[in-house]
């Protein structure tokens, strides 16, 4: 990873001689600090309702360990940018600007005093992410932090099959795997499943990690995203590998052969196990129940016709569960709409094509292929699940989509500050005089 230039040293960190005793970094010069940060993101993200789980866990006690996380998270990468120094980009500015409409909607209360506190979830949920924008830039650390922090979560879900299969695969989720340790969903372990296996497959191919390692994470996390029954994961993670290796064909001999060998056995399997993968497919629905997407059109339908003010279809209801008439929307866009208007399906779809512009702009890499996987799959999800609107796990890939396609501070300007950095410059170390003996001072050289 190319780390953020500055005078001040690499990523736009501390020099050796004015950093603070005992902190440790990484290889790349950012803190290792960061790395924790992140994965308390992640940790926020998994959210308090879900299945059943084999010990009883009190919301209360999953929503306080949650939002400590989150807290825990914002106090330790604020304690790392004191001095609040931040990289600019339209990804943040516009998420930020998310809070608008947020806001706005959610002091009605329509909803509750609830939306008041989602609102500062996702407030402080955005402000830590602007405090380590300063380490952001084309470095694969956050990718391969990404992947540890979801597989870790997979290493649960597959603990908590073992020791209770009747729990991980209950009746009431048609047989589908769910989270029997911590209260998740089969979409949930999907998503997580889908987004690694992406992510690792990249790595591969451009030689960041050895088949060995892969396949340690490739394959069982395969068999969860077989056993979750999960279509929207499967077909984002399908297209998001087709598109992604489809921007390094022609920069990558690897890429060439995985794409045509991926393409041959997918034609071979498509014709082999035509029947089998029918049935995985439709998970047993009826096909009228296929059609209306297990009864989201209705629900889809039911919102899209509920009357409203004009401020309500302009800035929403506030932020709320992502329900309607107490059914879950699963739709990223019409729950935006529901509670962030017109104005945050705006910002959303700006959001989206930010990113992907941006993406075209760069020369092929590993980092624009993941970044390109990662913003493909959000929005294929996007159309069936809900989160793009609220601090989530689909909010967390975009930032890792964004981070991975941060301008090196040498190419372009770096951090500015919060405060008064926009004019005061970076410390620099001081250089050693040479000391020339008295005698010599006034000697001409001849």
């Known amino acids: 990873m190319r780390g953020d230039r500055t005078r001040g040293g690499p990523t736009g960190g501390p020099n050796q001689a004015t950093a603070r005793p005992g902190a440790e970094h990484g290889p790349d010069g950012t803190p290792k600090a960061v790395w924790i940060v992140w994965a308390l993101l992640g940790l926020n993200t998994l959210g308090s309702a879900g299945a059943k789980t084999i010990v009883t866990l009190p919301r209360s006690l999953i929503q306080m360990a949650t939002m400590g996380s989150l807290v825990s998270a914002f106090a330790l990468a604020l304690a790392l940018n004191l001095r609040l120094r931040v990289r600019t980009g339209a990804f943040l500015f516009l998420l930020t600007m998310l809070l608008v409409p947020s806001v706005i909607s959610s002091l009605h209360l329509e909803v509750g005093f609830g939306a008041l506190f989602r609102c500062g979830r996702l407030t402080i949920f955005i402000s830590t992410l602007w405090l380590i924008s300063r380490w952001w830039a084309d470095s694969l650390l956050f990718v391969r932090t990404h992947i540890r922090m979801y597989f870790a979560v997979l290493v649960s879900v597959a603990a908590g099959l073992v020791i209770s299969p009747g729990t991980a695969m209950p009746e009431y989720y048609g047989g589908r795997l769910v989270g029997a340790l911590w209260p998740l969903t089969p979409p949930q372990i999907g998503q997580y499943s889908a987004v690694i296996i992406g992510l690792t497959v990249l790595l591969l191919l451009d030689g960041r990690t ?33 598109v992604a290796i489809g921007s390094l064909i022609l920069t990558s ?11 041959l056995c997918a034609t071979v399997a498509a014709v082999a196990f035509a029947s089998a993968l ?8 009826s096909k009228e129940n296929f059609s209306n997407l297990t009864g989201r059109a209705k629900v889809w339908d039911a919102l899209l016709t509920e009357p409203r003010t004009i401020p309500e279809k302009v800035f929403g209801t506030g932020l709320g569960d992502k329900s309607f008439g107490g059914l879950p929307i699963d739709n990223s866009w019409l729950a935006v709409y529901n509670e962030q208007g017109l104005l945050g ?84 170390p001081a250089v050693p005089r040479r000391r020339i003996p008295r005698r010599d001072r006034n000697r001409e050289v001849t």
Request: charged share 5%; aromatic share 8%.
């Open 210 to 242: 050895t088949g060995a390692g892969a396949a340690v994470i490739i394959v069982p996390s395969f068999v969860l995203l077989a056993m979750t029954h999960t279509r929207t994961a499967t077909i984002g993670l399908l297209v998001g590998l087709a």
């Open 253 to 263: 001999a690897a890429a060439r052969r995985f794409f045509s060998w991926a393409v």
């Open 278 to 285: 029918q049935t995985w497919f439709m998970r047993g629905q």
């Open 345 to 428: 399906i705006a910002v959303v779809a700006a959001i989206l094509l930010a990113l992907g512009g941006v993406a075209l702009l760069r020369p092929p890499s590993l980092s624009r292929a993941c970044a390109i996987f990662l913003i493909t799959y959000v929005a294929m999800s996007s159309y069936t699940e809900a989160g793009l609107g609220d601090a989530s796990p689909y909010l967390l890939h975009l930032a890792l989509a964004a981070a991975l396609l941060a301008t090196p501070a040498e190419a372009a300007p770096l951090t500015t500050s919060l405060t008064t950095s926009l004019t005061t410059p970076l410390t620099t």
